[in-house]
């Protein structure tokens, strides 16, 4: 069974009707209220954490179910550099990029590893005496706090990166 497939910007379009995409097919397939909020939780998560890493997105989302078995499953495009994709390597559950599975798979995806630039961030620091000047300034901590993460992590059975070119796919496995 597969749900209706979401889209998703970045300005929060879309991501209200995936989280109620994910408890319909959940209450459709007779979960309890307990499990229906832990697969909404993954939902949830995964959306953040996808935003939080590539910035701008526009994806698709939908839920797949067989057997008890639900794949929360993600497609999204940007633009990638070093830093993106050792952030999203970093979530999956094998720290692996899951379309290198064959030789040429893995053959591309080391052309396309060495071919990504750098972030193109730079960090400006002010002097602490121009900085104390400054009223309501906001401080912006540039390192990501993983949070979504690390929670869908514990709830996940399983999460699956595949990066090919600037095309990122994204399963989140949890089976009842």
Same mark, same amino acid.
């Given at each position: 069974?597969?749900s209706?497939?979401?889209?998703?910007?970045?300005?929060?379009?879309?991501?209200?009707?995936?989280?109620?995409?994910?408890?319909k097919i959940?209450d459709?397939?007779g979960?309890?209220?307990?499990?229906?909020?832990?697969?909404?939780?993954?939902?949830e998560?995964?959306? $953040?954490?996808a935003?939080?890493?590539?910035?701008?997105?526009?994806?698709?989302?939908?839920?797949?179910?067989?057997?008890?078995?639900?794949?929360?499953?993600?497609?999204?495009?940007?633009? /990638?550099?070093?830093?993106?994709?050792?952030?999203?390597?970093s $979530?999956?559950?094998?720290? +692996?990029?899951? =379309?290198?599975?064959?030789?040429l798979?893995?053959?591309?995806?080391?052309?396309?590893?060495?071919?990504?630039?750098?972030?193109?961030?730079?960090?400006?620091?002010?002097?602490?005496?121009? =900085? $104390?000047?400054?009223?309501?300034?906001?401080?912006?901590?540039?390192?990501?706090?993983?949070?979504?993460?690390?929670?869908?992590?514990?709830?996940?059975?399983?999460?699956?990166? $595949?990066? +090919?070119?600037?095309?990122?796919e /994204?399963?989140?496995?949890?089976?009842f």
């Open positions: 069974m597969k209706d497939v979401v889209t998703i910007d970045n300005k929060g379009l879309g991501f209200k009707e995936a989280v109620e995409a994910t408890k959940a459709f397939n979960l309890g209220d307990k499990e229906s909020l832990k697969l909404q939780l993954c939902a998560e995964m959306l $953040s954490m935003r939080s890493i590539t910035g701008e997105i526009k994806a698709s989302y939908w839920v797949e179910c067989e057997n008890g078995k639900y794949d929360l499953k993600m497609t999204t495009q940007t633009v /990638m550099d070093k830093e993106k994709r050792h952030l999203l390597l $979530s999956a559950s094998s720290h +692996k990029n899951e =379309a290198a599975t064959t030789f798979g893995m053959l591309r995806d080391a052309f396309e590893e060495a071919m990504l630039s750098e972030s193109d961030k730079t960090y400006y620091e002010l002097p602490d005496e121009i =900085a $104390s000047d400054v009223v309501g300034r906001y401080i912006d901590d540039p390192e990501w706090d993983r949070y979504e993460q690390s929670v869908l992590k514990k709830l996940a059975d399983d999460i699956k990166i $595949s990066i +090919k070119g600037g095309v990122v /994204m399963t989140v496995t949890k089976a």
